[in-house]
């Protein structure tokens, strides 16, 4: 099962927190490249933040900076999403996407650049 599955979204107030979980499967690679991204109606997925697995190089969108830390749970496959001081404008489907065997590089924000995808976890702002 290659297919990553997404949880913890959920509805908060602005300035309020939530943590997203990623659980994936590990393959023997020595790196792979998973990242957030979020997705609203008639808008293109975008990208939140990423991680490299192995090297635990982050990045992140200047919309998350700040406020958002992508993380690791090594001995459970889950790569977290923790989101503070969340505002109205972060409400969105957030997806996970997973490539295997891969570097991040500089295509990490690029969704065509991930092989496989989760059903995504709503995130809701409410003003």
């Known amino acids: 099962q290659m297919q990553p599955v997404e949880s913890g979204g959920g509805s908060v107030q602005a300035g309020g927190s939530l943590r997203l979980s990623c659980v994936f499967s590990?393959?023997?690679?020595?790196?792979?490249?998973m990242a957030w991204f979020r997705q609203v109606p008639g808008k293109s997925r975008e990208g939140v933040a990423a991680?490299?697995?192995?090297?635990?190089?982050?990045s992140y969108a200047d919309s998350a900076k700040g406020r958002f830390t992508v993380s690791e749970d090594n001995a459970h496959n889950t790569l977290y999403l923790q989101m503070d001081s969340l505002k109205p404008g972060d409400s969105a489907l957030y997806y996970c996407?997973?490539?295997?065997?891969?570097?991040?590089?500089?295509?990490?924000?690029?969704?065509?650049?991930?092989?496989?995808w989760g059903q995504g976890t709503q995130v809701t702002v409410s003003s």
């Open positions: 996407g997973t490539r295997p065997n891969s570097l991040c590089g500089t295509s990490f924000f690029n969704p065509a650049f991930y092989d496989y």
């Open positions: 590990r393959v023997s690679y020595s790196r792979s490249c």
């Open positions: 991680f490299e697995i192995g090297s635990g190089k982050t």
